[in-house]
């Protein structure tokens, strides 16, 4: 017998790439996964150190997908390359500051790179046509396939059959009638499957795959590169702007100050990289300032930092605020109410 053909899938932890591969894996074809490490990522970040969230496992996704199918996973590091996706996305952003379109372009077209280094034989996602407005409408995906270099190396098997014949399937590596034609954004159809092959506990579907989606992470990103006077970001900027309240009073500078104990500890890690204020005279949050802030603006810092305190009614709570170094001073100030907090600080 020959060796079976080889396909790398993209897994990024939902259901939509399980149930790709798993139809293709059921077609005697050798299945590996890749997934991307972008930084914006969803899983396993805020909701490991919420206590809301704390209900849900706390798992990486991709890996538990890979566990499932009982296939090899490459975790892959884009990081730095993936910069230039968020900053100048040819075909722009979506709803908030993520760039569907040029993402997945870029990411099959890394799929294809490892294809070629790795002689495997094509590419699965688990892309279904119609069910997002931007990189998996029936105009979009033949770009996707074009621009990524991967032409008809592509195949989408939850959706192949609306889509024009791939190479995997014209040459017999899989069988076109047991590949889906799945459309628009009902999940049924995915659920439906999933049930067959005995599937459960997968991630549920969200909005989209990473933070760029969200609203108020997008209007924090934008925020960020206003305040630098450039797109730019580092790996604690994005980390950060997932954990805490953040509220920019003064142009210069802004204050992360954390929700709950969880982020309280989150935050500590990060003392030595900003100033921090926390409350001492009364049970409180922790806070980082991001930015230079000079006395004036350290004592605003505080006076808010206490009105998310258990002080906030109190006449005077008191502070520590430390430097990077480790120096601290003490400070007592009035919480400020909160009609005096305007809702443009807040971010
Ligand atoms: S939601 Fe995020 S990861 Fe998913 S395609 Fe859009 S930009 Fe890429």
């Not at 490490?37 to 970040?45: A, K, L, S």
């Not at 009902?186 to 439906?192: F, H, L, V």
């Not at 805490?244 to 204050?255: Q, T, V, Y």
């Amino acid at each position: 017998m020959s060796d079976p053909r080889k396909a790398v899938a993209l897994i990024s932890g939902g259901l939509d790439s399980l149930l790709a591969a798993k139809v293709i894996q059921e077609q005697g074809v050798h299945v590996e996964g890749i997934n991307f490490f972008t930084g914006f990522c969803v899983e396993g970040h805020t909701h490991a150190i919420r206590k809301k969230e704390r209900a849900r496992p706390k798992r990486n996704n991709a890996l538990w997908v890979a566990e499932q199918l009982g296939i090899k996973l490459h975790i892959v590091d884009i990081v730095e390359p993936y910069k230039e996706v968020v900053f100048n996305p040819r075909h722009g952003y979506g709803a908030n500051l993520n760039p569907c379109l040029d993402c997945k372009i870029f990411m099959v077209n890394k799929a294809h790179e490892w294809l070629r280094q790795h002689s495997f034989d094509f590419i699965i996602t688990g892309e279904v046509v119609g069910q997002r407005p931007m990189s998996q409408r029936k105009d979009t995906m033949p770009v996707v396939s074009k621009e990524s270099g991967s032409g008809d190396l592509l195949l989408r098997p939850l959706c192949a059959k609306n889509l024009p014949e791939t190479l995997p399937e014209r040459e017999g590596w899989v069988k076109r009638e047991q590949l889906y034609d799945f459309s628009g954004r009902s999940r049924k159809p995915q659920m439906a499957l999933a049930e067959r092959f005995g599937l459960k506990d997968y991630a549920q579907p969200a909005g989209g795959c990473c933070f760029l989606t969200d609203a108020q992470y997008a209007s924090k990103l934008a925020d960020l590169w206003r305040a630098r006077g450039s797109k730019q970001y580092e790996m604690d900027d994005i980390m950060l702007l997932k954990v805490g309240r953040h509220l920019r009073p003064r142009p210069h500078f802004k204050l992360i100050i954390s929700r709950e104990e969880g982020e309280g500890n989150y935050l500590q890690g990060y003392r030595k990289q900003y100033v921090s204020i926390k409350t001492v005279s009364h049970p409180g949050p922790l806070a980082l300032i991001d930015g230079e802030a000079g006395d004036e603006d350290i004592e605003l810092a505080a006076r808010l930092v206490a009105r998310y305190s258990q002080g906030r009614d109190a006449p005077e709570v008191e502070l520590e605020v430390a430097d990077r170094e480790g120096n601290s001073r003490l400070l007592r100030v009035r919480p400020m109410p909160a009609h005096e907090v305007p809702q443009a600080w807040h971010l």
